[in-house]
């Protein structure tokens, strides 16, 4: 057995990650505030489950958290019943939510002062990468949390240790960043195709071996000349994520003019239903004009 571990949220991320963990050979208990998604994880995984994150991080040496923001971390992480209570001394708490390098910090230390480690480990890859194993982990924290975790965060991911607390959530916004001008950028060419009457599908295979191409145009663009956006990364989880990368921006004087443009063209996508559609969904608003 490699270990006791706890993974805490159960959504389309943290249901395969945690499973991942039981493939490599870890003990895992799981907690998820609806009971029926706990229930559906111990029955397609061998792992047990919990009634609250506190008895799910009992006696784990690696606790793993993926919620959906700030607030939801600290309903998980703090009180009577939440994971830090329940974690032992030396054990290593890390966050794989999407969330502001503020409630990295302070998670850090609350961990810090009961001798908890803490990361900040943000992943990218998606639903896919989820399932796959691939995903790419951005990690915030001190080296030897780190060093303790890994074997854990190896199960279904790259780990890249980046920096103190905070830097992972930090190079995560990065992430968002480049994605949103990437996507906008990837639409308007799409639809430019399109109305100049080009054969676009015969263009994107010969600017995609150039220097235009990106896992956006490898992955999307055929469904988004297709106008398929009924699954991927939600646009309302973008606009939360590209929130907490414009409040930062305020913190440390960055300008991000196209960040902030792009924000509210997924705002028009929202208003017209698309709360729920892959960040691709862009092409909407071009495409309708």
């Not at 991942?20 to 208990?29: C, I, M, P, R």
């Not at 054990?91 to 009961?114: F, G, I, N």
């Not at 263009?203 to 000349?225: C, D, F, P, Y």
Request: hydrophobic share 45%.
């Amino acid at each position: 057995m490699a270990g006791k571990a706890a993974f805490i949220g159960l959504g389309v991320m943290g249901f395969p990650m945690a499973g991942h963990l039981v493939a490599k050979g870890f003990e895992v208990t799981v907690f998820n505030r609806t009971a029926p998604k706990a229930a559906a994880w111990t029955s397609t995984y061998k792992g047990r489950s919990a009634p609250t994150p506190r008895e799910a991080a009992a006696g784990a040496e690696t606790v793993c958290l993926c919620v959906g923001n700030d607030d939801d971390l600290r309903s998980v992480a703090y009180g009577d019943h939440g994971v830090i209570a329940g974690m032992k001394p030396g054990a290593v708490l890390v966050d794989h939510t999407t969330a502001s390098a503020t409630v990295a910090r302070e998670l850090h230390d609350a961990a810090k002062a009961k001798s908890i480690g803490f990361l900040d480990a943000p992943v990218s890859g998606g639903q896919a990468g989820a399932e796959k194993g691939t995903l790419t982990i951005m990690v915030g924290g001190e080296a030897g949390p780190f060093e303790r975790a890994r074997p854990a965060m190896e199960a279904y991911g790259r780990p890249v240790f980046l920096g103190p607390p905070g830097s992972g959530q930090l190079a995560k916004m990065m992430n968002q960043i480049c994605i949103a001008g990437i996507v906008q950028g990837l639409a308007e060419a799409l639809n430019f195709g399109v109305r100049a009457g080009l054969d676009v599908d015969k263009v994107v295979g010969v600017i995609s071996k150039g220097a235009a191409q990106s896992w956006q145009m490898e992955n999307r663009a055929q469904t988004m000349l297709e106008g398929r956006y009924d699954f991927g990364f939600a646009v309302n989880w973008m606009r939360k994520d590209l929130g907490i990368c414009l409040e930062e921006a305020d913190r440390n004087g960055a300008r991000l003019p196209l960040t902030a443009l792009v924000d509210q063209f997924y705002k028009a996508v929202q208003a017209k239903g698309g709360q729920r559609q892959d960040t691709s969904s862009l092409m909407r608003l071009l495409a309708e004009d």
